[in-house]
């Protein structure tokens, strides 16, 4: 009827229970199809709420560093911003200041640090922010099959661990970076490089994925306008360095920056095949850092820029470049953070059993990034296997550290020979493809 209301068909199903009709048929693949990607990391991530409570209620709580970060803040609060004269039980503070304020509130938060199982759920919290920003990448990039996720949160002991039973300053780090990778899959460059530069504050590990940020903020601006975000990271740097860097810099920038800190062969996870002499010999850490940064260089220059241009045409404002400038995907973004990280594990030094959290999280995107197609999924699982029974071999022994670097060889390989992803699709590169949302 002419102007009347328009009845539902009685015989037409709602959206949702379409939805709901679908999911049913596809039940047995939804552990196996992306798209089911938020269904089933939000039922994990619900789960590890109550896995977690188990762990801090029912595993034993663990003193390695936490009594150390509350002794060295402690004499902050006293006064003292000499660092060369901040230290705790296990030796002095070597972290930047970052780590100083964070653990401040901490000391205050948790009655001076005596109320541990407070401090284990605030840990706990963090875990769970953590999860929330790696499972928000996934999700976006839509690369990993859902199952894969079972062994991103539930199935490791170690990252558990690392969270909330030692209560160490790295996995803070590593919140505040993956905030600030979701911040750069989102186009905010300006407030990602603050948050990055927060994370380096905590931890000077996250200078692993610089060279890989550096590769990203030339191709998005050209070098002229990626000096200021560059400036950024300095200036917070100074800022929170500031009352230290005042009564004795040099005390600071030696301690919190210390690149040539010497680690103890008794803990390495990773070098536990060589003799002592030659894991302290610094020859071989020259051979090491070289290696690093040859093998940065031919990803650079091989693998993450796009065929037939020039590695310096990055240093060009976008729209003076031969090549038509196109926007990153967010795999891109994703996969030359990640990989530059990658890359610095497999020639670190030294790897101790909280340095898992460093790359934990972002080993299955690297996995399925890889380009070998014979690299089949019961594969890449026995991988992250080995990686993780090798972090959780105590003390490490000859085998497990050579499992472990026979692992990071393999994804090293697949991802040399990975096809070079595709760039945003051609209507997305009407707009300006260097414009920051927060510029």
């Known amino acids: 009827?002419?102007?009347?209301?328009?009845?539902?068909?009685?015989?037409?199903?709602?959206?949702?229970?379409?939805?709901?009709?679908?999911?049913?048929?596809?039940?047995?693949?939804?552990?196996?199809?992306?798209?089911?990607?938020?269904?089933?990391?939000?039922?994990?991530?619900?789960?590890?709420?109550?896995?977690?409570?188990?762990?801090?209620?029912?595993?034993?709580?663990?003193?390695?560093?936490?009594?150390?970060?509350?002794?060295?803040?402690?004499?902050?609060?006293?006064?003292?911003?000499?660092?060369?004269?901040l230290k705790g039980d296990t030796g002095p503070l070597v972290y930047p200041a970052g780590f100083v304020y964070i653990f401040t509130a901490l000391?205050?938060?948790?009655?001076?640090?005596?109320?541990?199982?407070?401090?284990?759920?605030?840990?706990?919290?963090?875990?769970?922010?953590?999860?929330?920003?790696?499972?928000r990448i996934y999700y976006r990039t839509k690369k990993v099959p859902p199952y894969v996720f079972f062994f991103v949160c539930c199935a490791s002991y170690r990252i558990h661990s690392i969270f909330?039973?030692?209560?160490?300053?790295?996995?803070?780090?590593?919140?505040?970076?993956?905030?600030?990778?979701?911040?750069?899959?989102?186009?905010?460059?300006?407030?990602?490089?603050?948050?990055?530069?927060?994370?380096?504050?905590?931890?000077?590990?996250?200078?692993?994925?610089?060279?890989?940020?550096?590769?990203?903020?030339?191709?998005?601006?050209g070098l002229i306008r990626t000096i200021p975000k560059l400036s950024l990271c300095a200036s917070i740097q100074l800022l929170l360095?500031?009352?230290?860097?005042?009564?004795n810099p040099i005390g600071y920038v030696s301690r919190a920056f210390d690149l040539g800190r010497q680690f103890m062969f008794k803990w390495t996870v990773n070098w536990r095949f060589l003799p002592e002499w030659l894991f302290l010999n610094r020859y071989f850490h020259l051979v090491l850092l070289a290696a690093h940064l040859l093998t940065l260089l031919l990803f650079a220059f091989r693998r993450w820029?796009?065929?037939?241009?020039?590695?310096?045409?990055?240093?060009?404002?976008?729209?003076?470049?031969?090549?038509p400038p196109q926007k990153n995907t967010v795999d891109q973004i994703v996969l030359i953070l990640f990989t530059s990280n990658f890359i610095g594990m497999c020639f670190?030094?030294?790897?101790?059993?909280?340095?898992?959290?460093?790359?934990?999280?972002?080993?299955?995107?690297?996995l399925w990034s890889g380009g070998v197609k014979k690299l089949a999924h019961l594969l890449r699982v026995l991988i992250l296997g080995l990686i993780e029974l090798s972090w959780n071999t105590y003390p490490s022994t000859n085998s497990s550290s050579t499992a472990l670097h026979v692992c990071h060889l393999i994804i090293l390989l697949c991802l040399w020979l990975a096809p070079p992803l595709p760039s945003a699709p051609a209507e997305t590169q009407q707009h300006t493809p260097v414009k920051d949302k927060r510029q």
């Open 1 to 85: 009827m002419a102007g009347g209301v328009r009845r539902k068909s009685p015989g037409s199903p709602s959206p949702l229970w379409g939805k709901l009709h679908t999911l049913w048929q596809d039940k047995h693949l939804v552990l196996f199809k992306t798209e089911y990607t938020l269904l089933v990391v939000s039922v994990l991530w619900f789960l590890e709420i109550g896995i977690n409570v188990w762990v801090i209620q029912k595993v034993a709580y663990t003193e390695i560093d936490w009594k150390a970060y509350m002794d060295e803040v402690e004499g902050v609060i006293n006064g003292t911003y000499d660092y060369t004269q």
């Open 107 to 135: 000391y205050y938060i948790t009655s001076h640090g005596v109320n541990i199982r407070l401090g284990q759920y605030i840990f706990a919290v963090f875990y769970l922010i953590t999860l929330l920003l790696v499972f």
């Open 164 to 221: 909330v039973l030692r209560l160490f300053n790295d996995p803070v780090a590593m919140m505040l970076l993956f905030a600030a990778v979701n911040l750069f899959m989102d186009g905010y460059w300006t407030l990602g490089c603050g948050l990055y530069s927060l994370a380096v504050s905590v931890k000077m590990n996250v200078l692993l994925f610089a060279p890989g940020l550096l590769f990203l903020l030339l191709s998005e601006f």
């Open 241 to 247: 360095g500031l009352p230290f860097l005042l009564d």
């Open 305 to 323: 820029k796009r065929p037939g241009e020039s590695i310096f045409e990055l240093l060009k404002e976008p729209a003076k470049r031969k090549i």
């Open 348 to 366: 670190s030094r030294s790897l101790h059993y909280q340095f898992y959290v460093w790359y934990f999280h972002t080993l299955p995107y690297l």
